[in-house]
Structure formats: structure tokens, C-alpha cells
């Protein structure tokens, strides 16, 4: 692993952030490409649960074209839990958090950038295998796309407050169960205006109202969790 | 009184949810108790312990 | 007075203080009680839609109440030792927490009992209902926390993140479930249903919702007892407490006038 280069030359604060975040993000996507076939078991993961629907219930498509949108984002929730161990959990098995949090870099900006590389190894992966699901529950055109609208300005925010959850729970007994029972409600809203943007185009009402607040959650959560997330971390490595 | 306790035909709502209650204050005034001497006798059976940073104060 | 507030901010002062104040607080709920319910039972007139079963009011409004108003105060405790790295903040905070969880469980089970004769269902997927259930995921998750990390100074301060960040998120999650309970309007009920309620039936509710918060108060700070019991065994001032079988040496620490054992008295007062 290579180790944070200190500050060459006297950039700003704001330089001096984009930095970490830049370095964190080439990093952790270098060691994703390096681990692909883990990311690909967590996308059959969520293919999987999504085919498990219909056969538990009811191949009948007026039904499950309800279901739809609920399930495909249950999936989703899912799936971003089952890879938040992937944000901190290795790089504090072998040390390497540790030599972060002492870096120059700010801890937030070093977390924002493992925060962007988790959603781009997990999140974004989801957002594009979504239309395929979709079909399987006979959406149509216009509901996949505001799915995968919803799906884009979810996701992030899954990966956001999952940090939070993934940091708090590090090296912690049975962090596995607990980090589901700490961040699962936290979730709750994402899921609530996500599914409801896709059921609302269904019932021809306007989806703006719930994608414009899926918007504004993800502009929060982005400033605020990684703060939450590196105290965490801190917490953590004390 | 029994008409009381009947609460016009709804007794079975309205005391299994004043029951809970009590139930619940019952079991934490019990529960309190328990940890409360356990901690007690905990701290009777370890002493003194020679640890300089348990006498910070709080602030 | 202020000099009064830093001198209880330590745990050594505040567990004799906890201690005299929890009996009266327990007193006070059970005095608040007996009155609430004597005029809820005795002298409030039955409704005239919901007949008897409207009772159940003075005992759900007044605990899910509490399971809000008792989470704000954990952030406001958690808030406090993070800010200021205090041990007694974080210690009640972590008193708070079991008390919040049992409210929010008593709010939902007489919320259950309302909605069977009321709407004729034991659960409804209501706004309030639902937020009340995601409240009590929250209160288990920090209490969850709490006894999955064995250094208790990391545990306060892993627990006040996640309770802050919780406590951004309920009105959050409060607002996303009432927007999600009118978007599926079709199946639901309205709890809103009293126009106006008699002023007896509020007063009875009010003097519950007291009575409430003052077992709260006495519940969390025996609980604080214990807490501080359990972290601070071994410490020097905690060997001088009456009971423990060790001459005071240092004088005026002991809780004054409290016979050994504290739990027996603890019990005496809250049975009364």
C-alpha cells in the first residue's frame, strides 16, 4: 500500500482536501480492481435477491409490476450493506487507517474520497444493473427511468451514512448484524422517497417533488457524514 | 365495579394496556434494583484498585 | 450558581445527589399517577365516538411523548460529551436509553390496543406508528452499541455520534413516513380523529404526560447510579461509600443521611 505522500508544495486548505479525496479515490478504486470478483459476488447478490420475489410469491406481472419498485430498492439496501465492511474494515486490519488519519490531508476529505470510490465499486454497478431487474417485474419505459434516476441520488446516499455505520462498528463484536441494526433505519427515507418516485410515475402523479428531496438528501448527507464518519474513524483507532 | 372493569364492553384494551405499563415499571424498578446492588457488591468485592486515572473528574 | 453546576458535573458529587433526588422524582410520578388517573377514569366523561376504549389516551399519548422527548435529551447529553469530553454526560446518556426504548415499546403496545376497537386493526401502517417503530430500531441500535465495545470511554463516544446523527435523522424519517402514509392514502385511517377534546380528558393527559417524565428522571438517574457504580469500581471515593464496609476517610462524600443498602431504599420509595 502506498503511504499518503505528505504536502509537497503550500496549497490552500481546500487544495490540500481535493488532494486526499483524489488520493483515497484512486487508491481504493485501484485496490477494487485489484479484488473485481468480490464486487461482482455482490452484484449476483443483488440480482439474486431480486429474482427471489416472484418465486416467493407470484409470477402474475400486474402484481409484481407494484411490487416492483419497492423490491428493487429493498434489494439495493441490501446490497449496500453487505459491502460497507469494504470501506474501513481492511484498511484498519492492516494499518493502513491509522497512517491515514495521521496524514496531513484532512480525515474527511481522505474519507469523502473512500466514501465516492465505495459508490462507484458498489453503488453505481446497482444503478446500472437495475433496468435489466426491472424488467423482470414488467416496468415500463418511463418508470425505469425515473428508477434509475432514483437509484443514482439514492445510492450516494446509502454509501454516505453506511460510513458512519461501517466506521462506528469497526473492530467492534459482531459488527456484521450490528451495523445493519445501526443503519438500516437511517435508511428509511432514501427508500421511502426512492420507491415513492417510481410509484408515483406509475400513478401519474409528478415525481419531481420526491427526486427533488432525494436531491437535497444527498447534498446533506455529502456534507455532513464524512465529518460524522472521520470522527467516527478517530473514535475507532483511539 | 365490575362495570368499571368492564369499560363498556372495551376492559380488554384498556387493561392490557395499563397492564403492560405497570408490568413494564414493575420490571424496570426490578430490573434497577438488581443492577444497581450488583454494581454495589462488584464495587465492595474490587477494593481500592491502584489506578491514578479513575480519579480524574469529569471535566 | 454556576460554580453549583460544575461541583455535580463529576461523578464523585452527582451519585450522592442522584441518589436523594430519585426517590422524590419516583415519588412524584407515583403521586402525579394516582392523580392523572382519577380524573381519567373518574372524573372524565366517556367519548361519545370511541366510547370507553378513548382511555387508553392518558397512558399512550403521555409514553410516546416520552420516547421522543427522552431521545432529544440523549442528544443533548451526547452532544455535550462529545463537545466537552465529560464523563457524566455520556453516562447519562447512557441511562437515558433503556428508559427511551421501554417508552417507545409502551407507546406502540397501547397505540396496538387503541387501533383494534378504534380502527378496528391492531397494527396500521400510520405515520406515527410507524416513525415510533423506527424510534425504537434507533434506541436498540445504541443500545446495541453500547455493549458490543468493551472500553466504555470509546463506547460514549461511538454511542453520541450515532445518537446525534439519529437525532438529525428522526424528523427527517418523521417527515419521509408521513409523506410516504399520504402518497398510499387508500388503506389508512386518521388518528386525529377527537375535533376537540374535553378539558377534563386533556387535563387527566397532561397530568400523565408529568407523571411520565418524572419516572423518567427517577429511572434514569438510579440507573446512573449503577453506571457510575460499575465504571468507577476500584476508584478510592467509591470504597468510602457508606455500606462498603470501609471507614470514610474522606469526609462530606458520603450520601448523606442514606442507610446501607441504597437498593432497598431505592425500592421503598418507588413501591410507595
Not at chain 1, 503550500?10 to 464486487?39: H, M, N, P, Q, V
Not at chain 1, 417485474?137 to 439514492?154: M, N
Amino acid at each position: 500500500m502506498t503511504t499518503p505522500a505528505p504536502r509537497s508544495d503550500d496549497d490552500g486548505e481546500t487544495g490540500g482536501a481535493l488532494a486526499g479525496l483524489a488520493w483515497a479515490l484512486r487508491r481504493d478504486l485501484k485496490l477494487a480492481f485489484r479484488t473485481r470478483s468480490e464486487l461482482a459476488v455482490q452484484l449476483l447478490f443483488y440480482a439474486i435477491v431480486v429474482t427471489l420475489f416472484p418465486l416467493a410469491t407470484t409470477p402474475e406481472r400486474t402484481l409484481l409490476s407494484t411490487m416492483g419498485p419497492g423490491v428493487l430498492w429493498v434489494a439495493a439496501l441490501l446490497a449496500s450493506l453487505l459491502s460497507l465492511p469494504r470501506i474501513f474494515a481492511l484498511d484498519q486490519a492492516d494499518g493502513t487507517l491509522e497512517q491515514m488519519a495521521l496524514s496531513p490531508w484532512p480525515l474527511p476529505a481522505i474519507v469523502s474520497g473512500k466514501i465516492l470510490a465505495h459508490w462507484l465499486t458498489t453503488g453505481l454497478p446497482v444503478v446500472v444493473l437495475a433496468p435489466l431487474a426491472a424488467l423482470q417485474y414488467g416496468l415500463d419505459g418511463i418508470a425505469i427511468g425515473v428508477l434509475v434516476a432514483g437509484l443514482a441520488l439514492g445510492t450516494p446516499i446509502l454509501s454516505l451514512l453506511g460510513a458512519i455505520g461501517a466506521a462506528l462498528t469497526l473492530g467492534v463484536r459482531g459488527a456484521g448484524g450490528l451495523v445493519a441494526l445501526l443503519v438500516l433505519p437511517l435508511y428509511v427515507p432514501v427508500l421511502i422517497f426512492g420507491a415513492g418516485a417510481v410509484d408515483a410515475v406509475r400513478a401519474g402523479i409528478a415525481v419531481d417533488a420526491n427526486l427533488s428531496l432525494l436531491g437535497a438528501g444527498l447534498i446533506v448527507a455529502a456534507l455532513g457524514s464524512p465529518f460524522a464518519a472521520a470522527a467516527a474513524v478517530r473514535i475507532a483507532l483511539d | 365495579m365490575n362495570e368499571f372493569f368492564a369499560m363498556g364492553g372495551y376492559g380488554w384494551y384498556v387493561w392490557m394496556s395499563y397492564g403492560a405499563c405497570a408490568v413494564a415499571v414493575v420490571a424496570e424498578v426490578v430490573a434497577l434494583r438488581a443492577r444497581h446492588r450488583r454494581a454495589f457488591a462488584d464495587a465492595k468485592a474490587a477494593g481500592v484498585e491502584p489506578a491514578p486515572e479513575r480519579m480524574e473528574t469529569a471535566r | 450558581m454556576a460554580t453549583n453546576w460544575y461541583h455535580y458535573a463529576s461523578p464523585v458529587t452527582f451519585y450522592p445527589l442522584a441518589g436523594r433526588l430519585a426517590p422524590w422524582f419516583a415519588a412524584i410520578a407515583a403521586l402525579l399517577a394516582a392523580a392523572g388517573l382519577w380524573i381519567g377514569f373518574g372524573l372524565a366523561p366517556t367519548d361519545a365516538t370511541q366510547g370507553e376504549a378513548y382511555r387508553i389516551i392518558y397512558i399512550h399519548v403521555p409514553t410516546a411523548w416520552m420516547a421522543m422527548f427522552v431521545y432529544l435529551v440523549m442528544a443533548f447529553w451526547s452532544a455535550l460529551a462529545l463537545a466537552f469530553n465529560t464523563r457524566l454526560s455520556a453516562m447519562m446518556a447512557q441511562a437515558l436509553a433503556p428508559t427511551g426504548a421501554l417508552m417507545a415499546a409502551l407507546a406502540l403496545w397501547t397505540g396496538a390496543f387503541w387501533g383494534r376497537p378504534t380502527w378496528g386493526t391492531y397494527w396500521a401502517w400510520d405515520a406515527r406508528m410507524t416513525s415510533t417503530l423506527i424510534l425504537l430500531f434507533l434506541y436498540l441500535g445504541v443500545i446495541a452499541l453500547r455493549s458490543a465495545i468493551d472500553d466504555p470511554r470509546r463506547a460514549d463516544r461511538a454511542c453520541a455520534v450515532l445518537t446525534l446523527v439519529g437525532a438529525v435523522n428522526v424528523p427527517i424519517i418523521y417527515f419521509s413516513v408521513r409523506w410516504w402514509n399520504t402518497l398510499h392514502q387508500g388503506a389508512s385511517v386518521s388518528l386525529t380523529a377527537a375535533p376537540k377534546m374535553a378539558s377534563l380528558m386533556l387535563s387527566g393527559m397532561l397530568v400523565m404526560s408529568f407523571a411520565a417524565w418524572a419516572w423518567c428522571i427517577a429511572a434514569a438517574l438510579w440507573r446512573v447510579r449503577a453506571i457510575i457504580l460499575e465504571r468507577e469500581r476500584g476508584s478510592a471515593w467509591v470504597a468510602t461509600l457508606p455500606g462498603m464496609g470501609r471507614s470514610a476517610g474522606v469526609p462530606g462524600q458520603g450520601p448523606k443521611g442514606l442507610r446501607s443498602p441504597p437498593p432497598s431504599r431505592c425500592a421503598t420509595r418507588v413501591s410507595d
